[in-house]
Nanobody, 123 residues
């Protein structure tokens, strides 16, 4: 089984910075990709960025240059450095992983999500 645990959320003033971290734990898995998504109040969850073996894909144009993803494949961790935050960045941020997970005698490719960490940007 595999779990993702996020940390680093909190309250920050507009223009400030915050760093989120996520670590995968468990056994019997190998990670293909890790990244972050977010869900703002009243909106659907959206992917922020995903790192797949060193190749990073960013999904939200307005975040480019402000949000940076960094993944450590050896440690199974992924961070999201957020800078110049605005109230529109207020959301629950979820860690994401696509991984091969051993279930019984078989391996299955699964999408796994963390529990989420709240980021609140005050104006």
């Amino acid at each position: 089984q595999m779990q993702l645990v996020e940390s680093g959320g909190g309250v920050v003033q507009a223009g400030g910075s915050l760093r989120l971290s996520c670590a995968a734990s468990g056994s019997g898995f190998s990670i293909n990709a890790m990244g972050w998504s977010r869900q703002a109040p009243g909106k659907e969850r959206e992917l922020v960025a995903v790192d797949s073996d060193g190749e990073t894909e960013e999904y939200i144009e307005s975040l480019k240059g402000r949000f940076t993803i960094s993944r450590d494949g050896a440690k199974n961790t992924v961070d999201l450095q957020m800078s110049n935050l605005t109230p529109e960045d207020t959301a629950v941020y979820y860690c994401y992983a696509n991984a091969r997970i051993k279930e019984g005698s078989w391996f299955f490719v699964r999408d796994v999500w963390g529990q989420g960490t709240q980021v609140t940007v005050s104006s």
